[in-house]
């Protein structure tokens, strides 16, 4: 009887035990980049890599010289992952071999995401070409899509 007794106390200490740690396993996390896309149109809205005016596979993307994106034959919108730092950081897209634009993104230090997928900065302002576009579609202050006329 005892030992049925010790038997049954062992299974409800056992019971009892439990993984309080909530810590998530970061190994099981898939994380979102922090992304920015850049729609071209034409003054009458005509997209201006689909109709052939730019050559998909001449646009890049850099910083610093860091390639950040490189262009495909099937699409029509340029998508590339920010990489910066709070302040000013500034991106040079090369739409041909002759043409370059700079995008210029402010970065916040405020509410900055923090985990698993590392950080995440607010944007606060764009510069295209040196001026404010007024074409930005915000999902939020991380994900934005920028159409710019041409």
């Given at each position: ?5 010790l038997?049954?106390v062992i ?5 009892a035990c439990?993984?309080k ?10 994380c979102?980049?922090?992304s920015?896309?850049?729609?071209l ?24 010289g860091?390639?950040l ?19 000013l ?6 739409l041909?071999?002759?043409?370059t ?8 230090g ?5 985990g698993?997928?590392g950080?995440?900065f607010?944007i ?7 001026t404010t576009?007024e ?6 202050v991380?994900f934005m899509?920028?159409?710019v006329?041409?």
């Open positions: 009887m005892t030992r049925r007794s038997f049954a299974l409800v200490v056992l019971g439990q993984d740690d909530d810590a998530t396993d970061c190994a099981l996390v898939d979102a980049f922090q920015f896309t850049i729609k149109l034409g003054p009458e809205g005509n997209n201006l890599i689909t109709n052939g005016t730019y050559d998909p596979k001449d646009i890049t993307v850099t910083k610093n860091k390639l994106f490189t262009g495909s034959s099937s699409m029509d919108r340029i998508t590339f992952e920010i990489q910066g730092k709070v302040g950081n500034t991106y040079e897209i090369q041909s071999p002759t043409e634009d700079t995008l210029v993104l402010s970065l916040s405020e509410n900055i995401r923090k698993c997928c950080f995440d607010p606060d302002s764009v510069l295209y070409n040196g576009p074409t930005i579609t915000e999902g939020d991380y899509t920028l159409t006329f041409k």
